[in-house]
């Protein structure tokens, strides 16, 4: 998991340098950029918000809504990746995969929020750890979203224990 908050310490050179060998091993390399998602080419999932794709993708603020597809497929062919999870705030995540495969996924649960602190966080964290221990994109990318919820309902910077998420994903919907 590579996460820069656009203070430049990730250069576009050192992740070309690591990202090819480690996925040659099979190692999963999942980027968090704030400011500078294109720097990470090569990686296999990137997961921006609304604003960091429009401003990788040169997309006017606030358009990007109706680029959304567009942008999620460029995104993909730009930076060679398996997948781009692009977070939309109370409009959920989307998930676009390599082999075109389109998964728009609504927010989970109530779209009242106590604060958004770590939101993201709480998304790369619990997409990575579920894909890894083998989760597809698709149900890491529910499991990323449920938990993204968990944390927006608390005060601050969050975390979402094991035993909560668990709890969540088993509830009847």
């Known amino acids: 998991l590579i996460s820069d908050y656009g203070m430049g310490n990730v250069a576009a050179e050192t992740v070309s340098e690591i990202t090819k060998p480690l996925r040659d091993r099979g190692v999963v390399v999942v980027a968090d950029s704030r400011n500078a998602l294109m720097n990470y080419r090569g990686v296999n999932v990137v997961a921006p918000n609304e604003e960091e794709v429009e401003v990788a993708l040169d997309i006017p603020a606030g358009a990007l809504g109706n680029e959304l597809d567009n942008a999620g497929r460029r995104l ?3 930076l060679e ?6 977070t939309r705030g109370s409009r959920g995540m989307s998930l676009f995969q390599a082999n075109g495969t389109i998964n728009h996924l609504p927010i989970y649960g109530t779209d009242q929020i106590a604060d958004v602190t ?17 989760a597809s994109m698709f149900e890491a990318a529910r499991i990323a979203n449920v938990a993204a919820a968990l944390a927006v309902m608390k005060r601050g910077t969050a975390t979402v224990p094991a035993n909560e998420l668990r709890a969540a994903l088993e509830a009847p919907a």
């Open 81 to 86: 990746c398996e997948a781009a999870l692009i």
């Open 118 to 134: 770590g939101a993201g966080d709480a998304v790369i964290a619990a997409f990575t750890t579920a894909h890894v221990a083998g």
């Open 76 to 78: 993909i062919t730009e």
